[in-house]
T-cell receptor, first 114, second 112 residues
Framework: AQTVTQSQPEMSVQEAETVTLSCTYD???????LFWYKQPPSRQMILVIR??????QNATENRFSVNFQKAAKSFSLKISDSQLGDAAMYFC???????????FGQGTILTVHP | EAGVAQSPRYKIIEKRQSVAFWCNPI?????LYWYQQILGQGPKLLIQ????????DSQLPKDRFSAERLKGVDSTLKIQPAKLEDSAVYLC??????????FGQGTRLTVV
């Protein structure tokens, strides 16, 4: 079974600075997808960024980028120029191609200080 | 494009009572998921439907939880009877093929 581990229960960053959230996963599959979701207090799970495992190039979405290390099974999220609106719980998630369900990590609470 | 709709947003019930949640996925999305998210944890898949059929219900407590998806569109998740440990947020999600999974706003259930 696939597992996803987020080792940082909480992180904090100053507004306009950069923060990196860590994620590792375990799988025996060669083709899969990785995601970072953001969950604010409203509970809505919002997609931040996704990465296809067969792509070597790291995904980027505006201020959000990932460092995908397939051999190390590592998938970290970098948030540049942090904004107050980035404060939320962030979940790393794995999606294999066999059944397509998402397996989530435990989450990291991100606090942004003004 | 309308998102995944869920109702109710909040529900408080006493233990041993029953409760039902409703979900309407994004139009055209064949795959529908129900997740349970206990406070402070990541969501856990309860059941996954592909059109009308169940793909994965391995973590659904079948003695008290049931779910159905009639006509491959709307879905309901029922708990009967509820236990204190069922207090959680219940998230419905849908997807088209292997594309992104979109989530609803969830139902916060409190069992007292």
């Amino acid at each position: 079974a696939q597992t996803v581990t987020q080792s940082q229960p909480e992180m904090s960053v100053q507004e306009a600075e950069t923060v990196t959230l860590s994620c590792t996963y375990d799988t025996s599959e060669s083709d899969y997808y990785l995601f970072w979701y953001k969950q604010p207090p409203s509970r809505q799970m919002i997609l931040v960024i996704r990465q296809e495992a067969y792509k070597q190039q790291n995904a980027t979405e505006n201020r959000f980028s990932v460092n995908f290390q397939k051999a190390a099974k590592s998938f970290s999220l970098k948030i540049s120029d942090s904004q107050l609106g980035d404060a939320a719980m962030y979940f790393c998630a794995y999606r294999g191609t066999s059944y397509g369900k998402l397996t989530f990590g435990q989450g990291t609470i991100l606090t942004v200080h003004p | 494009e309308a998102g995944v709709a869920q109702s109710p947003r909040y529900k408080i019930i006493e233990k041993r009572q029953s409760v039902a949640f409703w979900c309407n996925p994004i139009s055209g999305h064949a795959t529908l998921y129900w997740y349970q998210q206990i406070l402070g944890q990541g969501p856990k898949l309860l059941i996954q439907f592909q059109n009308n059929g169940v793909v994965d219900d391995s973590q659904l407590p079948k003695d008290r939880f049931s779910a159905e998806r009639l006509k491959g569109v709307d879905s309901t998740l029922k708990i009967q009877p509820a236990k204190l440990e069922d207090s959680a947020v219940y998230l419905c999600a849908s997807s088209f093929g292997w594309d992104v999974i979109f989530f609803g706003q969830g139902t916060r259930l409190t069992v007292v």
